[in-house]
């Protein structure tokens, strides 16, 4: 049974940094690609970031230089560093592993199966 946890989430000040952590089970971490989803009080899924096996990276466009995804696969885990934050960061971080080698969605509903695993979810608030 595949399981993602993460954690790390928090209330902090715009400009200040957080760093979620989301570790796996029930799969294989090291060949799969990861990802964060973000969804903004009352609205749909967005993604933030993902990282392939080979440790390549993509971003969206609102976190670029500011967020870096990275994974450890001695440790089946993968983080996202935020810094700067801002107040339209706060919502739900969830972390995603991928099920088929597909497509992934720059704007889903949050838990959608058909292309990714979901974990629960971490809160993160930023005050202005």
């Known amino acids: 049974e595949v399981q993602l946890v993460e954690s790390g989430g928090g209330s902090v000040q715009a400009g200040e940094s957080l760093r979620l952590s989301c570790t796996a089970s029930?799969?294989?971490?090291?060949?799969?690609?990861m990802g964060w989803y973000h969804q903004p009080p009352g609205d749909e899924c967005e993604l933030v970031s993902t990282?392939?096996?080979?440790?390549?990276?993509v971003y969206g466009e609102s976190v670029k230089g500011r967020f870096t995804i990275s994974r450890d696969n001695a440790e089946n885990t993968v983080y996202l560093q935020m810094n700067g934050l801002k107040p339209e960061d706060s919502g739900v971080y969830y972390c995603?592993?991928?099920?088929?080698?597909?497509?992934?969605?720059?704007?889903?509903?949050?838990?959608?199966?058909?292309?990714?695993?979901w974990g629960q979810g971490t809160q993160v608030t930023v005050s202005s």
């Open positions: 029930g799969f294989a971490f090291a060949g799969s690609k």
């Open positions: 990282i392939s096996s080979d440790g390549s990276a």
């Open positions: 995603a592993a991928d099920r088929f080698r597909g497509v992934w969605y720059w704007s889903t509903w949050c838990f959608r199966p058909d292309f990714a695993s």
